[in-house]
Nanobody, 127 residues
Framework: QVQLVESGGGLVQAGGSLRLSCAAS????????MGWFRQAPGKEREFVAA????????NYADSVKGRFTISRDNTKDTVYLQMNSLKPEDTAVYYC????????????????????WGQGTQVTVSS
């Protein structure tokens, strides 16, 4: 069983930055894509960013493109989400997710594609 643990959330002012981390442990896939999703109270979970197993291709929601950067360090089994120019509407619980992938070119933005999920970390952006 693959386990994912997020960290790095907190409270920041609008315009500030945070870096989220997601550490994977347990059963290891030779290849798997990783993604970040977020969910605010009363709203549906939405896609934020994803990265292929190779780390060479990424996928971003329009709402975060140019502000957020996803990356991974496979030597540490860790994926990161660097969040800059944060806005109050970025406030949510952020979840790390993973699925086994054979593609080196694409990483899915669909939540039903992901098989493993972390418990989430709270990000709050004040105005």
């Amino acid at each position: 069983q693959v386990q994912l643990v997020e960290s790095g959330g907190g409270l920041v002012q609008a315009g500030g930055s945070l870096r989220l981390s997601c550490a994977a442990s347990g059963r290891t896939f030779s290849r798997f894509a990783m993604g970040w999703f977020r969910q605010a109270p009363g709203k549906e979970r939405e896609f934020v960013a994803a990265i292929t197993w190779s780390g060479t291709n990424t996928n971003y929601a329009d709402s975060v493109k140019g502000r957020f950067t996803i990356s991974r360090d496979n030597t540490k089994d860790t994926v990161y989400l660097q969040m800059n120019s944060l806005k109050p509407e970025d406030t949510a619980v952020y979840y790390c997710a993973a699925y086994r992938s054979y593609s080196a070119n694409v990483a899915s933005r669909l939540n039903h594609e992901y098989d493993y999920w972390g418990q989430g970390t709270q990000v709050t952006v004040s105005s």
